[in-house]
């Protein structure tokens, strides 16, 4: 379950640190059309009164719509997403209709009984205060225009609805395995996202979301023992009746608001050095181990944000939170949902994972239906290098699970491209291993391919260029080509956009001479070493020529090899005793006995 603003802070009814608002640190994309980029702009104010013993709120929801397309809408969707923990549902039909289902779903949702169930059921909706025709579709709320919106035109819409909480099943409910109260993720009408592709209303069966960037403005009422933690910055809290209280707050620039409450969190802060105050939530009631571990958790969390802030980009906010809830790891606005009751490895490993997906979830913010593996992948890359950073003893490479697991999938029958949308792979462990293990190893070989520095810089100035952007893939690549100036659309159509494989070989070695055979039909190029029959070595490197260019290395570069050429045969000054292709083991070869040669 991994980037222009003023900075928020997460509050607890029962704690509160005085935040102050200031502007975020990077430059804010412009809601009109810069250089032929736009993107749509929401609004939200929200009042809503939970009922935490009915596990039901009532909502009342204003939203004004900014068009910056160059299109006339006439129509606009919702998504409505706690209407997928009902029996019937696409979620709960999936679930148990897939080989290799969830877990976590199971036929659970089957089962639901209907004081069990979720949804959010729209009483009413206007459009500048006219009422509109609409009609619930699963998950998504169909709304037809009474008046087509024109570009650049901001409209107001008006919703009445009421919610009920499912039990927790899927990173969203009520009382999860560890007890917590609430966990209130995709909770609210959402509107969906329309961009040059269209609109982007899918159905929520598994995966994840896609959302417009807006400021929010949400009034919550609750019962006054509740401790609250979340997205937003806390303006004010009031007493309510009948043993209520309302906490205020406004999110600036998010596309989602995401909070959990329970009666018994405990409130931790710990400040990282001139970078955000981190906040931590968890149950009181823990065994000792278990909050020993959340407490050791802080200080690596300061860690770790600097890590990212230092190799990704500063994060622009005053505040992140991490919070016990949900069912396992999931990122949201300026905050996680992670389960609690962890050895303390597998807190900080998730922990790191979530924290990760800040940069690559919400201020990059790719579509996470349609290209997962930006997201999910480059998470897992990251997150593994910033623990491989905590570690005593440091990993040669902490990426080398994720290509283990990447070679069985390209090993097995069961791999689909990575273009396959992500409730459309066949099996779930198929988009596991595409998302998060292909992704991690898609961005760790390109180091390879380009060099680490490289990488390094590609990495910046990705999430420099592409914050607050929706980048797309083809948007690393033309990062990495503008880095190198080398042509890498083929490191992206290969790996990427087929399920073409890289297995090279060495065919023969006869005195001097070596000659490599590329078996596999995606092209890579070389690095090789090369042991003499006298005990030296040396390191050669091969070049491939449709890159038109090479990495920066100390290794002798030979001749470039054209792909179509299934041999590749140079000479040596001296005989050779041995051979190893790629002794980094950073290229995803699916076939690694054959990259090695040893004499007699």
């Known amino acids: 379950m991994k980037k222009f603003l003023v900075s928020f802070f997460v509050a607890s009814i029962v704690f509160s640190c005085g935040a102050t608002e200031k502007p975020i640190q990077n430059s804010q994309v412009k809601p009109t059309s810069v250089n032929g980029y736009w993107q749509q702009h929401v609004d ?28 006339v809408l006439n129509r606009v969707y919702y998504h409505l997403y706690f209407n997928a923990f009902q029996p019937g549902s696409e979620m709960d039909v999936r679930s148990r209709t897939i080989a290799d289902p969830s877990a976590k779903i199971g036929d659970r949702i089957s089962k639901l009984q209907p004081n069990e169930i979720g949804y959010i059921k729209v009483n009413s909706l206007t459009q500048n205060g006219t009422s509109l025709t609409y009609e619930t579709v699963g998950t998504v709320l169909e709304v037809k225009l009474n008046k087509p919106i024109q570009p650049g035109e901001k409209v107001t819409f008006n919703m009445d609805f009421d919610g009920q909480v499912p039990v927790q099943i899927r990173r969203s409910g009520r009382n999860n395995a560890e007890g917590v109260a609430l966990s209130m993720t995709q909770w609210y009408p959402k509107l969906a996202e329309y961009d040059f592709e ?5 159905p929520y069966i598994a995966r994840e979301f896609h959302g417009v960037w ?19 910055y806390l303006k004010e809290e009031t007493k309510a009746k009948k043993g209520k209280k309302t906490l205020h707050y406004v999110a600036p620039k998010v596309h989602d608001f995401t909070w959990a409450a329970d009666p018994d969190f405990q409130h931790d802060s710990i400040q990282v050095p001139n970078g955000p105050l981190l906040h931590f939530y968890y149950k009181k009631d823990l065994d000792q181990t278990y909050l020993e571990n959340w407490k050791k958790l802080q200080p690596k969390t300061v860690e ?13 906010y005053d505040q992140y939170s991490v919070i016990q809830g949900g069912d396992g790891g999931m990122e949201y606005a300026m ?13 900080l490993g998730v922990t790191a994972h979530e924290l990760a997906h800040t940069w690559f979830q919400f201020l990059l913010a790719s579509n996470e239906a349609k290209h997962e593996w930006l997201d999910e992948g480059f998470t897992s890359y990251i997150s593994e290098l910033a623990v491989n950073h905590l570690r005593e003893k440091k990993y040669d490479n902490p990426l080398a699970s994720s290509y283990r697991d990447y070679i069985k999938l390209a090993n097995s029958d069961i791999e689909q491209p990575m273009t396959t949308h992500a409730d459309r792979y066949a099996l779930n462990r198929a988009y596991s291993r595409a998302a998060y293990n292909k992704g991690a190893v898609f961005l760790a070989q390109l180091g390879y391919v380009i060099g680490e520095d490289n990488l390094k ?3 910046k100035k990705y999430f420099d260029d592409f914050s607050f952007k929706h980048p797309k893939p083809l948007d690393i690549i033309r990062t990495a080509e503008r880095i190198t100036d080398f042509e890498l659309d083929w490191y992206l159509i290969d790996f990427a956009q087929t ?22 039909l995606m092209p890579m190029p070389i690095d090789l070493k090369v042991t003499y029959t006298d005990g030296t070595t ?20 030979i001749n470039d090899w054209a792909w179509a050429y299934p041999t590749y045969t140079f000479e040596t000054k001296k005989e050779v005793k041995s051979v190893e292709i790629d002794p980094s083991q950073m290229m995803a070869d699916i076939n690694r006995i054959n990259n090695t040669y040893l004499l007699n």
Not at 499 to 520: F, W
């Open 44 to 71: 939200y104010k929200m009042e809503i009164d939970m009922d935490v013993k009915k596990f039901q709120y009532h909502g009342k929801q204003k939203l004004v719509y900014t068009n910056n397309s160059p299109d």
């Open 198 to 202: 269209g609109w982007h209303a899918d």
């Open 214 to 232: 807006g400021d929010f403005d949400v009034k919550l009422t609750i019962d006054k023992d509740y401790v609250v933690g979340g997205t937003g």
């Open 304 to 316: 770790l944000m600097q890590f990212f802030s230092e190799n990704v980009g500063q994060y622009p």
């Open 335 to 347: 905050c996680t949902l992670i389960t609690g009751k962890r050895k303390f490895g597998s807190l």
């Open 457 to 459: 810089k590609t990495i």
């Open 499 to 520: 399920t073409n494989t890289i297995d090279y070989a060495i065919q023969s070695v006869d005195g001097k001479s070596i000659t490599l055979e590329r078996i596999g």
């Open 538 to 557: 040396e390191d050669f490197y091969i070049p491939l020529q449709m890159m038109r260019g090479e990495k920066p290395t100390s290794a002798t570069i």
